[in-house]
């Protein structure tokens, strides 16, 4: 079993800056791709960044590129989200995901991550 958890998000004032952090516990050595999606009030849950802890490979959404950065930390066990630039529409609760498979990760679509935490809140006021 896999257990990812959060921490890092908090309340920030816009242009502002925050970082994200994900660390695995478990079989996280089966794991071999990573990812943060966010889920605002009445609104879908969406991706907004992968990896692929193999070969390090990124994927972002649109609403993100250029503003946030995903890394990784092997030796840790750890995943990172770099946010620049915060907006007031990037408030939302942000959660970490994993998988095995990976055979779509780059989609970002939650369907393709088994493992789940239980996110962390990120607020950014204007």
């Known amino acids: 079993q896999v257990q990812l958890v959060e921490s890092g998000g908090g309340s920030v004032q816009a242009g502002g800056s925050l970082r994200l952090s994900c660390t695995g516990s478990?079989?996280?050595?089966?794991?071999?791709?990573m990812a943060w999606f966010r889920q605002a009030p009445r609104k879908e849950r969406e991706g907004i960044a992968g990896?692929?802890?193999?070969?390090?490979?990124?994927a972002y959404a649109d609403s993100v590129k250029g503003r946030f950065t995903i890394a990784q930390d092997n030796a840790k066990n750890a995943v990172y989200l770099q946010m620049n630039s915060l907006k007031p529409e990037d408030t939302a609760m942000y959660y970490c995901?994993?998988?095995?498979?990976?055979?779509?990760?780059?989609?970002?679509?939650?369907?393709?991550?088994?493992?789940w935490g239980q996110g962390t809140q990120v607020t950014v006021s204007s």
């Open positions: 995901a994993a998988d095995r498979g990976c055979r779509y990760w780059w989609r970002l679509s939650d369907y393709n991550f088994a493992y």
């Open positions: 478990g079989s996280t050595y089966s794991t071999n791709c």
């Open positions: 990896i692929d802890t193999r070969d390090g490979s990124t």
